[in-house]
Structures are given as C-alpha cells and as structure tokens.
C-alpha cells in the first residue's frame, strides 16, 4: 500500500500493509487447484542444460531420477545410503521436537503460512524473532514435506510471492522487482477480526542487509515441494513462472562484472551482519548455482520463458567453470599460490587474480589436510577468504555445483578435520573465527561477533540438516549418524538453541535464542533424511553431465 505524505508530494511505503489490498492475482484459485499430477511422462529434473545447448559442443547427458512419485511419498533418490535405514525405536526427541515445531507455525486467515523464528519467551528482547524468515522456513518446510503436509508449504510459497510484488523501498529508493523479503509477520487484530502481514525487504532489518538469498531459497523450495509432491501445477502457474522470472532477472542482468559470480554486499545471507563476507560469497554462488538449475527444471519454452532458460545456461556454463576453478582449494592448490608469481599481465597468467602469496594465512598451512579440499569463502581481485563455510560447501555438493570428486574431498575434509569443524556441536558456520585487530576491521567491532561467537566461528544445530543430506549424496551417511548423535546428546536438554560457542561449540551461545524453530526442524529433517534417504531427492540435484568440468580435480589424495 503506498500511502501519500501530506505536504511533500513523496510517497512512502506504509509497514502494515494489507495483503488483501494489494492482491495482484487469485490466490484462491491457485490454491484450489488439483494437487497431483502424476500422470505427465516427463519430470522437471529431466531436463538438463543438453536440452538447452547454446554452445553445440555439450554432449549427451544421463537424464536425472524420476520424481513422478504420488504425493506425501518418497522423492525417488537411490542412494548408497538406503542400507543404513534404522529400524529402531524414534528418538524421545523427535516428539519433543515435532511439538516445538508445531508450536512456531504462523496462520494467515486460518491458513497455516510459516514457523517464526523463534519461540523464546525467555528472551526479554523479540528483536524479529517471531517473524517469519524465508531462509529460516526452509528446513520446517522439508520437515513438513517429508511428512505429508504439504499445504502449509504451498501457502508459503504463494503467500511470499505476493510480498515480491509489493513496491519496496527503503527511504528514498526502490528496490528491484523481484526482491523476495527477509521475512513477515502476521498481525492479528482481535477487535477487527483481521490478519495484516508486514514484510522486510532489508529496510527494518539491522544494519539494513539485503536478503539476496531469500529469492534463491524460494526457487529451491518450490522446486523440494514440485518433486515431494509431484505436483507440478504450482510451479507451472503464470504466478510462479513470474516469481522466477522476476528473481533471476535481478541476478542475470548483463554489466560491468569480469566474473560469472554474484557481486554482493555484506550480510546478504544466513550471515546477516558483517562478516566479511562481501563480495562473493561461497553461500550465494552456491545457492545461485541451485537456483538456476532448479528454475531451468521448472521454467516454461513459452517465448519469455525461452529467453530467461538461454540466458540460465550460458551462466550456468560460466559459474560452474568458476567455481569449479579457482574457488577449489586442497593441498596441491594450496601449494601452488604458495609459489604463485604475482603482476602477471595478459591471458598467458597462471595468478589469475593476482593474489600474493604473503595473503596466506598461518592457519591454513596447519588447516589444510593432505586428503581433502574444499570452496573458498570469496574470490575477486588479489583477495581470497580462505575461510571454510559450510552452507556453501554443503550447497555446493547438493546442487553437483561440486564434481564428485571435489563433493568426496569435502567430505574427506569433515574427516580430517572433524574437531575444527563439527567439535561437539554441530556445525560450525565458518572456520576459523576471526579475532583481534582483524576481527575489529572485518566486524566493525561487532560484539555478537566475537571470536568463536555467533557468526564468527560459532556452531549452528540448523546446518545438520545440509551436512546429513551431502553426507548421503555421497554415501557417507556415518559422518551425519556421529553428527545426530552429538546434537542428540544437548539439543533438547539446552532447549533448541540457535547457536553454541567455543572453539569446539561446547557453549550454548551467549545471545542464542532457545526453541529456535530451525534448530529443532533442522535436526527432524536430518533424522528423516537418515531414516529415509529417498527424502534427498527434495534438495538435491544430479550431476549434469553437460557441466563437465574443464579442470580434473588436483591430486590431494597423492601427498
Ligand atoms: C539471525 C541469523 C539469520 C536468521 C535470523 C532468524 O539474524 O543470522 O540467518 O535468519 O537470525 O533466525
């Protein structure tokens, strides 16, 4: 709702606005709509970048699983990992964790449309806890999606995309098209009888961060609900197309940019503050990457749909070979920036980016193991953060933005190093933390992020999820059963908090919120994941063949 400021001719976006004021589509009619669909020959997942050839020189791919399942039953994924089905008794947990789960869910109308955050009465500050956060309702919709419920996913993804259409702005400026927010809330007015949402887009958000990632995480959940449910309906809707559409053309806009990669601000994602992690960061390209292939899934030969699919493959192209290039890093590699020459001009140069040797940092000599490797947290010009991340890497893995064989390094990498990066919490954020002088330029002095705090090296219980789901796309599901376990042994006893601290995550974090919804749903969907991991077939993607990459993976199992 755009409202007029008396005497000044501007106009401003009011916060409370009515969703029923600015419908811009029947939601009702799509919400009537048939859910199942199974009876179509082709799935979305079967469409490859082959079918999109722009080059003429990409060769045959293997057509990706099926997912014409009946809805509220497997995601048909085989996996190595099928035999390691338990068939014990369901965790006391679990219960505990469904109840606390349901206790978040948010109604819109009588319709359930999200978890908030957190349930916390105890914490005296709310802060924007109880809003409903896009990224934060990812692993309680899978949760929800795994066990049949399905609805609440769907109102979701139609609720939020009716914010996308709202006109943001924040101050003075608009902000683009296709912004998906951060977040909403559900006002409830008693006296009225009227629920209200208010959305933010980065304009109420601290420190005002731009949620770049809320739109990718979309995209990837309408693609988990399509494939759950086989229900492509949604997805092929004028609205979802749109949505998309709107999303991507925001990401894929041509301009001054050397790199195929995401240039973005500090704070864009789970890390909402700064962190250092501007740029480009490894959780954004890695969702991007997933974005893409799942919108190229999902996305329609109609003329304006042609023209979005060309220009997702040509990226697709470009950001794989990136990523798969010089966001890589394992011992070899290592090794051979630790020789590089630097102010080499021309094609002919080795030091692409001309990052000098003397950026190495000390831990990372002790850090990298022989066998294993993994993505960098940020590569542009003479800057890489050699920082672990691991949304990103985990992400990186899910979407085969990883080779197989780099996928088997990260892993070989939690191995290695399980103490530094899973510690008695899992899972760390990032490693390592940043501390000192470096920490007072990087954080700007941040005091929720200080060393081992936080976003700053802290271990966040939501990430087990993404490790259990890559541990299986690997056939690696013992990594994620010692994973549960160690939740199992504090989760519920700590009461779901949102983050731990310490070197080894042994804290429970000094700001964390408890009964953090995605800390109680990430931990159901790493168990079902475990118990059934034809689940994975929802957020995960197969190798495209059409993908192959140019570089093979540098020998780190050889030192
Ligand atoms: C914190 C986290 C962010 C999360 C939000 C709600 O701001 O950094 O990733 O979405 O809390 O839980």
């Known amino acids: 709702m755009v409202q007029g400021m008396e005497g000044t001719g501007m106009t401003k976006v009011a916060s409370h606005t009515s969703i029923s004021e600015i419908d811009d589509f029947d939601l009702s009619r799509l919400l009537d709509k048939p859910r199942l669909n199974i009876e179509r020959q082709r799935s979305f997942d079967d469409r490859s970048m082959s079918d999109f050839s722009i080059s003429g020189n990409i060769k045959a791919v293997d057509?990706?699983?099926?997912?014409?399942?009946?809805?509220?039953?497997?995601s048909g994924f085989n996996t190595p990992a099928s035999s390691t089905?338990?068939?014990f008794e369901p965790h006391p947990m679990v219960a505990d964790a469904w109840e606390a789960l349901r206790r978040s869910l948010v109604s819109f109308r009588g319709q359930p449309v999200g978890t908030i955050a957190a349930y916390d009465h105890a914490s005296e500050e709310v802060l924007n806890y109880d809003q409903v956060f896009v990224r934060d309702f990812v692993p309680s919709a899978l949760a929800f999606l795994m066990n049949g419920e399905t609805d609440i996913v769907k109102n979701f993804l139609l609720r939020t995309l009716q914010l996308q259409s709202w006109e943001k702005r924040i101050d003075r400026f608009k902000l683009g098209e296709g912004v998906m927010p951060a977040s909403f809330k559900v006002l409830h007015d008693p006296v009225k009888g009227v629920d209200?949402?208010?959305?933010?887009?980065?304009e109420s958000a601290i420190g005002r961060v731009a949620p770049v990632d809320s739109g990718f995480w979309w995209i990837i959940l309408l693609r988990a609900y399509t494939k759950s449910t086989g229900d492509m309906s949604l997805a092929e809707t004028p609205e979802c197309q749109r949505g998309m559409k709107l999303i991507l053309t925001l990401c894929l806009s041509e301009g001054f940019d050397t790199f195929p990669t995401l240039l973005c601000a500090d704070g864009c994602c789970m890390i909402d503050r700064r962190m250092g992690v501007y740029g480009y960061p490894i959780e954004i390209q890695a969702l991007f990457f997933m974005a893409l292939r799942?919108?190229?899934?999902?996305?329609?030969?109609?003329?304006?749909?042609?023209?979005?699919?060309e220009r997702i493959v040509k990226r697709l192209h470009a950001l794989s070979y990136h990523m798969r290039s010089y966001f890589w890093l394992d011992f070899e590699q290592l090794n051979a920036i630790y020789r590089y020459k630097t102010e080499e001009y021309s094609h002919t140069a080795v030091n692409k980016f001309n990052v000098i040797p003397d950026s190495l940092p000390d831990w990372l000599f002790e850090f990298m193991p022989c066998r294993g490797g993994y993505f960098v947290g940020n590569v542009s010009p003479a800057r890489m953060d050699f920082r672990w991340f691991a949304l990103g890497n985990c992400v990186a893995i899910l979407s085969s933005?990883?080779?197989?064989?780099?996928?088997?390094?990260?892993m070989d990498l939690f191995e290695e190093r399980w103490e530094e990066l899973v510690g008695e919490m899992p899972l760390k954020i990032c490693y390592p933390a940043i501390e000192n002088h470096e920490w007072r330029i990087v954080t700007g002095c941040d005091s929720?992020?200080?060393?081992?705090?936080?976003?700053?090296?802290?271990?966040?219980?939501?990430?087990?999820?993404?490790?259990?789901?890559?541990?299986?796309?690997?056939?690696?599901?013992?990594?994620?059963?010692?994973?549960?376990?160690?939740?199992?042994?504090?989760?519920?006893?700590?009461?779901?908090?949102?983050y731990y601290d310490g070197k080894l995550g042994r804290y429970?974090?000094?700001?964390?919120?408890?009964?953090?919804?995605?800390?109680?749903?990430?931990?159901?969907?790493?168990?079902?994941?475990?118990?059934?991991p034809?689940?994975?077939?929802?957020?995960?993607?197969?190798?495209?063949?059409?993908?192959?990459?140019?570089i093979k993976r540098s020998a780190s199992w050889t030192c």
């Open 63 to 74: 057509s990706f699983d099926n997912f014409n399942s009946p809805r509220g039953t497997r």
């Open 85 to 87: 089905r338990n068939s």
């Open 196 to 202: 209200t949402i208010v959305a933010d887009f980065g």
């Open 294 to 309: 799942c919108a190229l899934a999902m996305l329609k030969h109609d003329a304006e749909g042609k023209e979005c699919i």
């Open 401 to 410: 933005l990883a080779t197989p064989e780099q996928s088997a390094a990260i």
């Open 448 to 498: 929720k992020n200080t060393r081992w705090s936080y976003h700053n090296g802290g271990s966040w219980p939501v990430l087990l999820w993404l490790l259990t789901a890559a541990c299986i796309k690997t056939g690696r599901p013992q990594i994620a059963r010692r994973a549960i376990d160690l939740a199992e042994s504090r989760l519920l006893k700590d009461g779901w908090p949102e």
């Open 508 to 532: 429970i974090g000094k700001q964390a919120r408890k009964f953090q919804t995605w800390s109680i749903a990430g931990y159901l969907v790493a168990k079902m994941l475990l118990e059934d």
């Open 534 to 550: 034809s689940h994975l077939g929802m957020v995960s993607l197969e190798e495209d063949k059409a993908m192959k990459p140019v």
